[in-house]
């Protein structure tokens, strides 16, 4: 038997929908929780991002992109676990990105300094 087939059937083998199933089935509760608070913390980070625009007199129809820009550094502090004048450095790019395609970026600092805590990366 070539080592290519032997590869295939052992990996039928291993990865069956029902074991597949059963494996998802015993981590549902836990991903639904880890979901749950994840969804809490940006939505509270969402709403402080719309409390910003609304101070800087930004329009509703104008939340989206700051938005985008919002999750982005959120989850650059978040998933990437990037803090300091890491997170700075990191969240000036993004700023220029987002002040590239229209954005205020006045505005756009408001957001990283207010929500995040974060000011201008050092010269």
Known sequence: MS???RRIERWQK???PERTKATLELLQDEMRQRYAAVTTEMTAMELQVKEVLNQMGVHTTNYVPYLSYARQLWKLGRQ???SG???A???EVLLQKWA????????LAAIRTKVFNSPPPKP
């Open 3 to 5: 080592d290519a087939i």
């Open 14 to 16: 291993k990865y069956s």
């Open 80 to 82: 990437q676990n990037i």
């Open 85 to 87: 004048e890491s997170f």
């Open 89 to 91: 450095m990191a969240s």
């Open 100 to 107: 590239g395609r229209g954005q205020d970026p006045d505005v």
